[in-house]
């Protein structure tokens, strides 16, 4: 099992430019999750899906827009990017007994 | 609701020292607690948890962390710090939500030197 994969690892963007970044699992959770992450700001979450088809607004959601397309992937749009998102993304997923949350290995983006 | 605090941004330990991470929490149900490990330029993981059973719970790499509800801590512990053990640490708390809904409270993590 692969786990949580995302792609790409590392982008740099300009001012304005959109871009997907994805998400996909293979460990059949049925909750997934956006997270940001910055400097002495620990684990901020995005946006989640509690379970297919459904989405939920989390603590940062302005600027982004997410899609659960299917059980497996989740992913994260930014229609128009600004300097203030440049973070690490990471996505996570969580089973349906558990509570713990299972992460990918992050998505580095620079907003120039 | 639920909060964590993570007591410490910083700390530095000698290699073979005890190593002491400090987590408070508060919860207005009984918690789901959970300490998470991040080494450089990778994702988290799970190092251990605590989900109502035993108080004194033993994680991956010789780390333990015990739930004590009168102090509302979760403070982790291993006993020798060895140089792989330099990290960002995570402490979080499972918020109060329903089923699908449940989501992870996260403190602002501690940063872990270990020096040789």
């Known amino acids: 099992n692969a786990g949580v994969t995302q792609t790409p690892k590392f982008q740099v963007l300009k001012t304005g430019q959109s871009m997907t970044l994805q998400c996909a699992q293979d460990?059949?959770?049925?909750?997934m999750y956006w997270y940001r992450q910055d400097p002495g700001m620990g684990l901020r979450l995005i946006y989640y899906?509690?379970?297919?088809?459904?989405?939920d607004k989390g603590e940062v959601p302005n600027g982004y827009n997410v899609s659960r397309l299917n059980k497996r992937e989740f992913s994260l749009r930014l229609e128009s990017a600004a300097p203030s998102q440049t973070s690490v993304y990471f996505c996570?997923?969580?089973?349906?007994?558990?509570?713990?949350?299972?992460f990918g290995p992050g998505t580095r983006l620079t907003v120039l | 609701a639920q909060s964590v605090t993570q007591l410490g941004s910083h700390v530095s330990v000698s290699e073979g020292a005890l190593v002491l991470l400090r987590c408070n929490y508060s919860?207005?149900?009984?918690?789901?607690l959970f300490w998470y490990v991040q080494y450089p330029n990778q994702g988290l993981q799970l190092l251990l948890k605590y989900t109502s059973a035993a108080t004194l719970v033993k994680g991956i790499n010789g780390f333990e962390a015990e739930f004590k509800k009168s102090e509302t801590s979760f403070h982790l512990t291993k006993p020798s710090a060895h140089m792989s053990d330099a990290a960002e640490y995570f402490c979080a708390v499972r918020d109060g939500g329903a089923g699908n809904n449940r989501k992870l409270i996260w403190g602002l993590g501690t940063s872990l030197a270990v020096n040789p």
């Open positions: 996570a997923g969580r089973g349906i007994a558990g509570n713990e949350q299972f």
């Open positions: 460990m059949n959770h049925n909750s």
């Open positions: 919860s207005s149900v009984p918690p789901y």
């Open positions: 899906s509690a379970s297919e088809g459904t989405t």
